[in-house]
């Protein structure tokens, strides 16, 4: 059975960090592209960041640039994006995303509030 969980949302204030994880299994992790992607309360989701197999090849948007990082542990199964220095707009929900030759998985989601 495919899992791709995600965790390490929460409420945090403006400048502060949160790290997320993504747990994935049923699926073999290191033939997967990952992806993270955010959905912000009454926007269309958007893509974050990708990271190809072996970790050296990452891509960011715009305004993840300088700020987040993502990362992967092929022996874990597991994706990680930090963010650091976040902003009210960073508010959403963070979903994880395994795709490769003949499947694309999704998680549920981790919500991220950025709040004072």
């Known amino acids: 059975q495919v899992q791709l969980v995600e965790s390490g949302g929460g409420l945090v204030q403006p400048g502060g960090s949160l790290r997320l994880s993504c747990a994935t299994s049923g699926f073999t992790f290191s033939d997967s592209v990952l992806t993270w992607y955010r959905q912000a309360p009454g926007k269309e989701r958007e893509l974050v960041a990708h990271?190809?197999?072996?970790?050296?090849?990452?891509n960011y948007e715009d305004f993840a640039k300088g700020r987040f990082t993502i990362s992967r542990d092929n022996p874990k199964s597991t994706v990680y994006l930090q963010m650091n220095d976040l902003k009210p707009q960073d508010t959403g929900v963070y979903y994880c995303?395994?795709?490769?030759?003949?499947?694309?998985?999704w998680g549920k989601g981790t919500l991220v509030t950025i709040s004072s």
């Open positions: 990271i190809g197999y072996t970790g050296d090849a990452t």
């Open positions: 995303r395994a795709s490769g030759l003949g499947f694309d998985y």
